[in-house]
């Protein structure tokens, strides 16, 4: 598992006093409130405040402190360290834990990894690229299980499924 998790992308530069404007990669944008550090490249830095707009995030962040500097963090990854991240609840897991977990039905198929996670809103779609691509909503009744110390999910077969 990774050590560090995204929890937001700086999108673009906010005022004129080094403050980026960041789009949460988070289900709640209110978690950004009680982080107090960062990791930028692998480099710490501490956050000076924070504000909450509709759906991005504005950050005073030290020692970005110019319009040119804050330019040079551009489409850069905000981290945390794993240790740091929200507590998930029970059936509930972090999409980065899920990226690269092979898929495969009950019947030992193997259809691919998973190459992305689309959020739909009302339920997340698993975007399995192998052979072929195939797109697997992560319902109850689709997912069987989900192992992510052994990189394993397993789906009902597709000719079980029904729409």
């Not at 982080?35 to 405040?49: A, H, N, S, Y």
């Not at 504005?58 to 489409?75: F, G, M, P, V």
């Not at 092979?102 to 992305?116: A, H």
Request: neutral net charge; hydrophobic residues 40%.
């Amino acid at each position: 598992m990774k050590k560090f998790l995204s929890i937001g992308q700086i999108i673009n530069i906010h005022g004129v006093k080094g403050e980026i404007k960041v789009y949460p990669l988070t289900d709640d944008i209110k978690r950004f409130r009680k982080v107090k550090r960062v990791f930028i490249d692998g480099v710490e830095k501490q956050i000076i405040w924070c504000k909450l707009q509709a759906d991005k995030v504005i950050l005073k962040i030290e020692s970005i402190d110019t319009i040119e500097e804050a330019q040079k963090y551009r489409n850069k990854y905000i981290d945390i360290p794993r240790e740091e991240a929200v507590r998930l609840r029970e059936g509930e897991f972090f999409i980065a834990d899920l990226l690269g977990c092979t898929v495969r039905d009950e019947n030992g198929f193997v259809f691919g990894k998973i190459d992305d996670v689309i959020q739909t809103g009302s339920n997340d779609v698993y975007w399995v690229k192998g052979a072929n691509e195939v797109l697997v909503p992560a319902l109850k009744d689709v997912v069987v299980s989900i192992n992510i110390e052994n990189r394993e999910i397993i789906i009902k077969p597709l000719v079980q499924w029904q729409w």
